[in-house]
Every structure is written in structure tokens, then in C-alpha cells.
């Protein structure tokens, strides 16, 4: 440890020496070397910045990654779920059931149309959407006399929500499926990868993502034609076959040259960084299952491991956890210290009937460590000291 002075504060704080990463944005870079900037260079020299040939280009290589028939870039993974909910003409008076325990996006993407979020609860095993919750949520909806339309299940810290399940439900019920995978590309359930799973998948290239570019950036994945060509309108005001014919309301949802330039580099490397986070995931389990609880993957799915969320022993002060770690150098973060349903833009939508005790829980007890394909086993070994020294084991 050494002491600096807090320009901020003038106050002395100590400061551990050698800080960990919590995401190396950096260490993929000195992996991928210049080709990054000799692909943003090619988009300086052709200049075709607004749907440029790489655009063409990565939405081709999604496609063949995922094995979706149609790839439909945009501009974030929020607008990739807002612009299926605005293509399928959702609205008011219809409901869209979601998970409680995600990012606020899911639920956003549904109040932006004037449709009503219906929170569900999560499994409380693998963090994602509990069936029998949705089918209480479906019930609860129709009570308040909304039409359900829709399912958007997530597939949370990286690994795919129990499709299956999900699919018999919305088959039943008459709703389609729209797969917020925003964290989970590259995911996989019983042999098929994410892209395939309902009638859309939204997600996003966040920079913090599996797979991330350099800003923001989305796409949507379909088997749908028809809604295909929807989409590729909607991300243009609307447009239709006449440029200045606007044919219904869209956005500016384009995804920038540059950033497919920098995707179209990044995807290369990505089938072997899935791999390494594995690796990293079970290194993980290997050294701290017997001190906390460790994530469990489903049978038939592969992570991509956006997160490592662990959950500490009852009675853990995870604030005193997180204090204890930052004093080593081991940076932490908690998705999500309140369920959706919790906070205030959101707390006046309708939950399931039974309400939503696991995402409330695991609000109050879930910490994600450090997670990224470049975590190297000494460092591992150091984050997993300092975790079994908080603890005291
Ligand atoms: C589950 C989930 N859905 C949607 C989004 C929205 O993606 P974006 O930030 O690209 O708009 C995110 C981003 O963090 C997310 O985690």
C-alpha cells in the first residue's frame, strides 16, 4: 500500500499499489495490436460514415456467428428492444412481461412505446426469468385488464434464460418472444447460440459488453424477414422506398461506420475470449465455492460471463465487504442494488401476483467481481486471497 493525497478531497487516503481492472479494456487492445486503428483508419479514408461498407459487413459476419438469417445494426441495445416493441406496434393498453432484477433498459424499452411493464420474479439459482412467476405475471395483467403481448426474458450476466420454458409459455399464451440479450452474445443453450432464441434478440456493444465496441452500439437478430425490413426502416426515421416518403415513426437508430469497424476486429478474437473467460469462471469456483455462493450455470448453457456475480454468506455486510476489498486494489460492483421494480420511475408499474421476493433478495446480497477474458491466474489468485481474507476463511 502507499499513501497519496486526494486532489478532490486534500485529504490523505491510502491507495493500494497495482490496482486490478474490474473490466481490462486495455489488455484487448495491446492484444489486437493496430488493427483496430487501421480499421477506424479505412472509415477516415473512405469517409462513408453513416452506413458504410462495414456496416454491411458486420451484420453478415453476426449472422454467420449466431446463425439469425437477418442482422439488423443499430445504435445501442436499447433502442435494438425499443425498435422490435415499435415494429410489432406495441403500445397502450398492451403489457410486456419482464424480469425485475436487470438493467433498467428492459423495462424502459416497454414504457417508451406507452405499453406497461409487468415485472416478474427471477430464478434464484441462475438470476433469470422464473416461469412460474411469468405465468402469475401474464394472469396479473390480464387482471388489470391489459393485453399481454409480449415476453422480453434476459438473459442476465451472460447466460441464456431457460428459452425452453419460455417459449412454451408465450406458445400458450399467444405472446411473441423478444430476447434481451444485451449481455449474453455469444451465449449458448443446448447447442444453439443467442440470436435464435423468440422472434427477435436485441443486444448491445456497450463497451463493457462480452462483445463491445468503442461507444455505443446495438443489433437485432431475426429469423423474421418482414419484421427485418421493418426494422432496417424504423432505423432510419421510418423511411420507406422513397427516402424523403416517411412510411411510419422510427428513430435515428443507425449503428456508426466506425464502431462496426472496430466490431468487424473484435469479433475475430471473440469465440477464443469466451473461452478464456470460462477459464476464468472456473477459477473462480475452484477458489471460492466453499466460502461464498458461486454462480451456476444451467445444464446445456455456455456463459459468456458478462459478470461474476457472487452472493456472500447471510449476515455478510457486503458494504464492509466492498470496503475491504477496495483497500487491496479489488474493484467491485453491484448489478443490481435495486430491482427495477424498486426504484422510482418504475416503482407505479404492476408486479406478478405472489410478488418478487428472490430479486429483492438477491438485490440486497449479490457482488460481482472483476470479470474479463485477460484476468491471469496471478491476478485471480490475489482477488481470490482477498476475498477469502474479507471473509475471514
Ligand atoms: C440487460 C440489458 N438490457 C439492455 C441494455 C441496454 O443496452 P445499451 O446500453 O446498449 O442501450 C443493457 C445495457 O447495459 C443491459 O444490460
Known sequence: MNASLSAASG?????????????DIGAQRRRLGSVIDEAVGRVLLHCQ???????????????????????????????????????????????????????????????LTGATPVFVDVDDATFNMDVASLKRGIATARGLGLKPKAIIPVDLFGQCADHDAIAQVALAEGLFVLDDAAQAFGASYHGKRVGGFGLATATSFFPAKPLGCFGDGGAIFTDDADLADALRSIRVHGQGSDKYDNVRLGLTGRLDTIQAAILLEKLKIFEDEIAARNVAAERYARGLGDVVTVPRVADG??????????RLPQGQNRDAFAAALRTQGIPTAIYYEKSMHQQTAYRAFPVAEGGLPVSERLSREVISLPMHAYLDPPTQERIIRSVRGALGA
Open 11 to 23: 485529504s490523505i487516503s491510502t491507495v493500494p499499489a497495482n490496482p486490478v481492472a474490474f473490466i
Open 49 to 111: 460514415f453513416i452506413n458504410g461498407p462495414e456496416v454491411t459487413q458486420l451484420e453478415a459476419a453476426l449472422a454467420s456467428f449466431s446463425g439469425a438469417r437477418h442482422v439488423v445494426s443499430c445504435a445501442s441495445g436499447t433502442d435494438a428492444l425499443l425498435m422490435v416493441l415499435m415494429a410489432k406496434g406495441i403500445g397502450p393498453g398492451d403489457a410486456v412481461l419482464c424480469p425485475s432484477f436487470t438493467f433498467c433498459a428492459t423495462g424502459e424499452s416497454i414504457a
Open 301 to 310: 448453457r455456455i456463459s459468456v460471463w458478462a459478470q461474476y456475480t457472487i
